[in-house]
């Protein structure tokens, strides 16, 4: 079986809105997790990478609250902001 790979590289972009509202989902969904007990960072990935909204609390409705968004928009916002003072380079 053969997989056929593009030469051209393909343009991704994500709204500003969806940027500011990514960011304050995961920083509230991230306080709850807290809350409850858990670690926040391995349930978010958890979440992240199954798309299984179980691994987030349903605490302050932080479940339903990032289920508002993708998971290709919550990494957007995460790999924007691992990677800020990159573009100072």
Known sequence: M????SENT???????EEV???KEILLSVYAAL???GYNPI???VGYLLS???AYITSHNNARSKIRRL?????LEE????????????
Do not use: C, W
């Open 51 to 53: 798309g299984d909204p």
């Open 70 to 74: 993708e998971r290709d928009e919550l």
């Open 10 to 16: 393909v343009m991704f972009k994500v709204e500003a």
């Open 78 to 89: 995460l790999v924007r902001n691992y990677l800020k003072d990159a573009e100072a380079i």
């Open 42 to 44: 391995n349930q978010l």
């Open 2 to 5: 053969s997989r056929e790979t």
């Open 20 to 22: 500011n509202q990514a």
């Open 34 to 36: 807290k809350e409850k």
